[in-house]
């Protein structure tokens, strides 16, 4: 079992101490989540043995770096940002690496809506710990 700092499951499993920046939110649908879940094995990678439940492949960065949707059968769900988000190159704005890293984040969360045929409603931004439990 892996579980976060304050004790709750956590979504990541790690054999390491893993930071990771998570979204977690709500799947808005009258569906249930069996129903979902094979529209979203059939556009992402399903990822086996990393997350509390599933885990969908959304996009790899560079240096390492991905996008994991997760999504548990009472249909909340979360973004995961883990790795590193370098994007500030590309503009030169003083805030351009944030305002790329919310509009990759946007179209994630629209594209994933869109394959699963539902909402994703994100609730809560928060900075995660993945840890093995003892």
């Known amino acids: 079992m892996f579980y976060k700092a304050d004790g709750t499951e956590v979504w990541l499993r790690s054999s390491t101490r893993l930071p990771y920046l998570s979204l977690a939110g709500v799947i808005e649908t009258s569906e249930d989540y069996a129903t979902i879940r094979p529209r979203l094995c059939q556009s992402y990678k399903l990822l086996s043995g990393i997350a509390s439940d599933d885990a969908f492949l959304v996009r790899e960065l560079g240096e390492g770096g991905a ?3 997760c999504a548990r059968p009472d249909k909340n769900c979360a973004l995961l940002l883990l790795g590193k988000f370098d994007r500030g190159r590309e503009r030169r704005k003083p805030c351009g690496v944030l305002e790329n890293l ?11 809506g869109r394959q699963a ?4 409603r994100v609730e809560v931004v928060q900075p995660e710990l993945a840890m093995r439990a003892r």
């Open 67 to 69: 996008l994991v949707f």
């Open 117 to 120: 045929g539902a909402t994703i």
């Open 102 to 112: 919310l509009e990759m984040i946007e179209n994630s969360v629209d594209g994933i």
